[in-house]
């Protein structure tokens, strides 16, 4: 995957398209597989290994898949938090309690997510996390990330550090998604590695 070394939102937008694109090929056989793939990865993880507490997310349609990851880490005993979107795009946090406890919540005219069903814990619960799971569309080998664009990790990527507190940084992706450069602004924080279902890519 290619683009230009320019940088800001227009080109942000270009590479969210091919990405787009490139899902949206995929079939449910390759996402089931890739998911697969993908759990056996990040569990392997050291990070994961030794976490207590991790904020993850729950994927939809063609994206890297989760759930599996999310059962074996909550049978490992990990205290696994996943997020509620606000009105103003900011996260909240709930406990994932199991598939059952997933509720799905459509926001305006956006895809359905599935959210925890529980009490909500406040945005701030994320500072308790020892690994934050990201969501992503690329990876460049800096460990800059593109997110969807929505703004709602660069707000929790920013209270951690406000708060000082420090986990480990994860986007999971497809193998196709590491790229050689992402479009960056002043906002935008690395993460500290990428899981896909070949392997684990660490950034400095």
């Known amino acids: 995957m290619r683009h230009n070394d320019g940088s800001g939102e227009p080109d942000k937008r270009a590479l969210r398209r091919e990405v787009a694109a490139m899902r949206n090929r995929l079939t449910a056989d390759d996402v089931r597989e890739a998911a697969a793939a993908l759990a056996g990865q990040a569990l392997a993880l050291p990070e994961l290994a030794r976490a207590r ?88 080998r800096r460990g800059m990330r593109l997110g969807r664009g929505g703004g709602s990790y660069d707000r929790v990527l920013a209270r951690l550090e406000r708060a000082g507190a420090h986990p480990a940084l994860v986007v999971l992706l497809y193998d196709a998604e590491v790229v050689e450069r992402v479009p960056e602004e002043t906002h935008d924080r690395p993460v500290h590695a990428a899981v896909t279902p070949s392997g684990v890519r660490r950034f400095g």
Not at 61 to 82: F, Q
Not at 103 to 112: D, L, T
Not at 123 to 129: F, G, I, Q, R, S
């Open 53 to 140: 507490t991790v904020a993850a997310y729950v994927s939809v349609g063609s994206e890297p898949g989760t759930r599996e990851l999310l059962d074996a880490l909550r049978m490992r005993g990990v205290r696994v938090l996943l997020p509620a979107l606000l009105p103003d795009n900011d996260l909240d946090w709930g406990l994932y309690a199991g598939e059952d406890s997933l509720a799905p919540v459509k926001h305006g005219g956006k895809m359905h997510l599935f959210e925890p069903g529980g009490a909500p814990l406040g945005p701030d619960a994320v500072l308790e996390a020892d690994v934050v799971l990201l969501p992503g569309l690329a990876v460049d």
